[in-house]
């Protein structure tokens, strides 16, 4: 772990050098869990939007986008639970004065008796080389059987206890598992208190004439109560989704982990609105949809696990979460959900309007019922950086950092470097430049030696360099660079151009496996 921990911290500070995160308001000394975009994280920030509403809005004839307000009505957030039921559970530790969330502290003791388990394995791989059956070792060893006994009897008491309100329950497992603050040391804790994530603000210039409202803790409201809008304006037939990419906002309790949880960050999500009966059909299919998604950037597959829920949520009647093994373990990266007809039916009836559609193959109307799939953003962009940051042991012994972003998601895809600052290579540099520009996003640079621009290119995640020298001046050939190879090759512009295209084509990173 102290090895993840490690690089993880590096891909923070790279992170900051290179422009592509900042920490929010940091001449200020920064504000907890806001962050900043810098000119490389926007660029690859919005790449993997586009590349999710591509896959997502323009593949499928039956799926429409959406831009709604953070602002709503606030009965919204009656209706859809979230005033009663957002909560979490928090607990402070009286002498280090921190504040935790009280199943976080249990799950994360749960992930300790996991990591033991897949030492146990590491072990006995050793033990028995060539015969060791993973399978087989865990499903009959000893030891392994009764740490897992333990991880299930404490799940099980966690999550009858959350779903009943019983945090006196919860507080008592935390004592009796001997939970310890990391910072204090101690086992002194408070009480366990629910805690409403929702941030309250104020609309209207006199107090008496504002009202509250509430910053949208998820984007999917929005599309709930546009429903019949768009299913209108857009003529869709059932089985149909709508898409939406926004910010969404929410007091978390600890905001820790860099942006993997913030108080501010951006959700894609897609609703998928099926009839009745269907539902189970459709989730199946988006559980799978989305997992091949995710495995068309070109991760290693072991990465990704799902995490099927049995504590489900008061909306869900079956649930999923996409895990990515992040450098601090598997966590939560995207959420499955078949959300039953609870959120439209809820606003049907807290509105005072009728929420049906008609369907004409049945010759009947209903309310429709609903699956959805939530894709942090901030979580994505996490994902590729943690996966993409390589450190390399070079043959001359220097160490090259370098980004293997997907290239189709790097923020520049084309470096053009004219080798040196005189004799026409700007100037060819520059006509190159404005005949790529259009099709790729590129970056023009002649300051330093050609080593230190392709090292900083590396840095970026630049996929391709192009150097302008005196041969390019005679015969139109460029050496083009490979980021991941280092292979540099001698083409024609016209090939060159063929060659980049050739890697940027989405059909072909979205033909999805089956
Ligand atoms: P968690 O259990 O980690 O708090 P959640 O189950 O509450 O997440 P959902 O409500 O399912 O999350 O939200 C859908 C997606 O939004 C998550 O899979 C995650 O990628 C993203 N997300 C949720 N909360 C945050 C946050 N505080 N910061 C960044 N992304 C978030």
């Not at 999917?220 to 109560?225: D, L, P, T, W």
């Not at 909306?315 to 959420?335: C, Q, S, V, W």
Request: hydrophobic share 35%.
């Amino acid at each position: 772990m102290a090895n993840y921990e490690e690089i993880f911290k590096k891909v923070v500070s790279h992170c900051k050098e290179y422009g592509f995160i900042f920490q929010s308001s940091e001449i200020y000394d920064g504000l907890a869990a806001a962050y900043d975009y810098g000119p490389n994280g926007v660029e690859l920030k919005n790449n993997i939007k586009d590349y999710w509403w591509k896959s997502m809005v323009n593949m499928n004839e039956n799926i429409v986008g959406l831009d709604s307000a953070i602002f709503m009505h606030p009965k919204t957030w009656k209706a859809s639970g979230h005033i009663d039921a957002f909560n979490d559970p928090l607990i402070d530790n009286k002498d280090s004065k921190k504040r935790y969330r009280a199943d976080v502290l249990i799950e994360d003791y749960i992930s300790k008796i996991e990591a033991k388990i897949e030492k146990d394995c590491v072990k006995a791989a050793k033990r028995f080389g060539d015969e060791f059956n993973k399978n087989e070792f865990t499903s009959t060893n000893g030891r392994v059987l009764e740490r897992k006994k333990q991880i299930n009897s404490i799940n099980e008491i966690l999550i009858t206890s959350l779903s009943s309100g019983d945090l006196e329950r919860v507080k008592s497992l935390i004592e009796e598992l001997d939970i310890k603050c990391p910072i204090s040391g101690t086992n002194n804790w408070t009480d366990v208190r629910q805690f409403n994530l929702m941030f309250k603000t104020q609309v209207g210039a006199t107090a008496e004439g504002a009202t509250d409202l509430y910053l949208r803790p998820e984007t999917a409201q929005g599309i709930f109560v546009n429903f019949l809008n768009v299913q209108k304006t857009s003529r869709m037939k059932l089985p149909f989704g709508i898409a939406q990419v926004g910010k969404a906002f929410r007091n978390e309790i600890v905001a820790r982990q860099f942006i993997f949880r913030m108080r501010e960050f951006e959700q894609m999500e897609m609703q998928f609105f099926v009839r009745p009966g269907e539902e189970i059909k459709w989730y199946n299919y988006w559980r799978k949809s989305r997992i091949n998604w995710h495995k068309s950037l070109g991760i290693a597959e072991e990465k990704y696990r799902f995490h099927d829920h049995e504590n489900l949520a008061h909306y869900a009647n079956a649930a999923t979460d996409i895990e990515f093994r992040f450098p601090f373990g598997f966590k939560e990266l995207e959420g499955i959900h078949s959300r039953t007809d609870f959120d439209l039916k809820a606003h049907q009836e807290y509105s005072g309007k009728k929420i049906k559609y008609f369907d004409p193959e049945i010759n009947d109307s209903y309310v429709p019922y609903v699956v959805e799939t939530s894709l942090g953003l901030d979580r994505m962009f996490l994902t590729i950086l943690a996966d993409s940051f390589k450190e390399e042991i070079l043959d001359s012994g220097d160490t090259r950092i370098f980004l293997k972003i997907p290239h189709i998601l790097a923020p520049i895809k084309v470096a053009i470097l004219p080798l040196t600052k005189k004799d026409g290579m700007p100037e060819k540099a520059r006509k190159i430049m404005q005949s790529l520009q259009l099709k790729f996003n590129c970056q023009y640079e002649e300051k330093d030696s050609i080593g230190k621009r392709y090292r900083r290119h590396d840095a970026i995640g630049t996929p391709f360099c192009i150097t302008i020298d005196h041969v390019t001046l005679e015969d139109n050939t460029v050496t083009l660079r490979n980021r991941d190879t280092m292979i540099q090759e001698r083409v024609s512009l016209n090939k060159m151009e063929e060659i980049i295209s050739e890697n940027l084509n989405i059909s072909k990173y979205l033909q999805i496996k089956a």
